[in-house]
């Protein structure tokens, strides 16, 4: 049976590692995790999304805001003009279910903070086909107050 190549890493430096500590959390490799085995993530909150690689709408820096769990707003940031279709935009749950349900046989790098946050999210679904895949980093998180 043909499963999906996940590597894991946790995004964080060996001195705030040692200071801090860290955690990784891995999808469940037969499909999406269930919601109790998640860590926990906020509802509201803003945070940098960065969307690197392949051939997509969603390319660029974009300044994100997150009520409830949707995202409600994505201004571009330093250079990056595109408006994206805010359905394009991945929330923090969003990029754990993109790792999740990746296709079988993808790779897929997800990076977590020492909160369980990803920090950062590689998806390639074949390494035979050229820019498919996508690329995220995720900066600056912080909550929003309701």
Same mark, same amino acid.
């Given at each position: 049976?043909?499963?999906?190549?996940? !590597?894991?890493?946790?995004?964080?430096?060996?001195?705030?590692? $040692?200071?801090?500590?860290?955690?990784?959390?891995?999808?469940?490799? @037969?499909?999406?995790?269930?919601? !109790?085995?998640?860590?926990?993530?906020?509802?509201?909150?803003?945070?940098?999304?960065?969307?690197?690689?392949?051939?997509?709408?969603?390319? @660029?820096?974009?300044?994100?805001?997150?009520?409830? @769990?949707?995202?409600?707003?994505?201004?571009?940031?330093?250079?990056?003009?595109?408006?994206?279709?805010?359905?394009?935009?991945?929330?923090?749950? @969003?990029?754990?279910?993109?790792?999740?349900?990746?296709? $079988?046989?993808?790779?897929?790098?997800? $990076?977590?903070?020492?909160?369980?946050?990803?920090?950062?999210?590689?998806?390639?679904?074949?390494?035979?086909?050229?820019?498919?895949?996508?690329?995220?980093?995720?900066?600056?998180?912080?909550?929003?107050?309701?």
């Amino acid at each position: 049976m043909a499963g999906r190549r996940h !590597s894991y890493a946790v995004a964080a430096s060996v001195v705030a590692a $040692a200071v801090t500590g860290c955690s990784t959390y891995e999808p469940a490799p @037969g499909g999406p995790a269930p919601a !109790s085995e998640r860590p926990e993530l906020p509802q509201d909150y803003r945070f940098v999304l960065t969307s690197s690689c392949g051939e997509r709408p969603l390319i @660029g820096r974009y300044r994100v805001e997150v009520r409830d @769990g949707a995202v409600q707003s994505a201004e571009p940031l330093q250079g990056t003009v595109a408006r994206p279709e805010l359905a394009d935009v991945p929330t923090l749950a @969003g990029l754990l279910d993109r790792a999740d349900q990746a296709e $079988a046989g993808a790779e897929v790098t997800l $990076a977590v903070d020492d909160k369980g946050l990803p920090s950062s999210l590689n998806i390639d679904p074949s390494s035979e086909v050229t820019d498919d895949e996508e690329c995220y980093e995720v900066t600056d998180v912080s909550p929003l107050r309701r």
